[in-house]
């Protein structure tokens, strides 16, 4: 059993910076991928960014248009931590921002296809 815990959300203003932090106990697999995605109010949740860790020491990421450029997505060493640091924040990146977790497979856009889940963290960017 994966367990997915996030931390560091919280408010800033626009063009703000906050890193997001995503700690995975349990077996993520030989390869995983871990995402982030986001939520707003009565939408359906999307990816906005995605790393898969495949054999070897290799690894993908994915980022959503909106967020290219201004979002990084990273994992430890350990590849027990994922992190999201967001950039140059903007009114628009304001939502509830969740981890997923898909172990042994790589990653792809449907919430459905995604095994574990963070609780969720607020991110709030307003002036």
């Known amino acids: 059993q994966v367990q997915l815990l996030e931390s560091g959300g919280g408010s800033v203003q626009p063009g703000g910076s906050l890193r997001l932090s995503c700690a995975a106990s349990?077996?993520?697999?030989?390869?995983?991928?871990m995402a982030w995605f986001r939520q707003y109010p009565e939408k359906e949740r999307e990816r906005v960014a995605s790393?898969?860790?495949?054999?070897?020491?290799?690894?993908?990421?994915y980022y959503a248009d909106s967020v290219k450029g201004r979002f990084t997505i990273s994992q430890d060493s350990a590849k027990k931590t994922a992190f999201l640091q967001m950039n140059s924040l903007q009114p628009e990146d304001t939502a509830t921002y969740y981890c997923?977790?898909?172990?042994?497979?790589?990653?792809?856009?449907?919430?459905?296809?995604?095994?574990?889940w963070g609780q969720g963290t607020q991110v709030t960017v307003s002036s």
């Open positions: 790393i898969y860790i495949g054999s070897v020491g290799t690894y993908y990421t």
């Open positions: 997923a977790a898909r172990p042994d497979r790589m990653c792809a856009d449907g919430r459905s296809l995604y095994d574990y």
């Open positions: 349990g077996y993520l697999g030989s390869t995983h991928c």
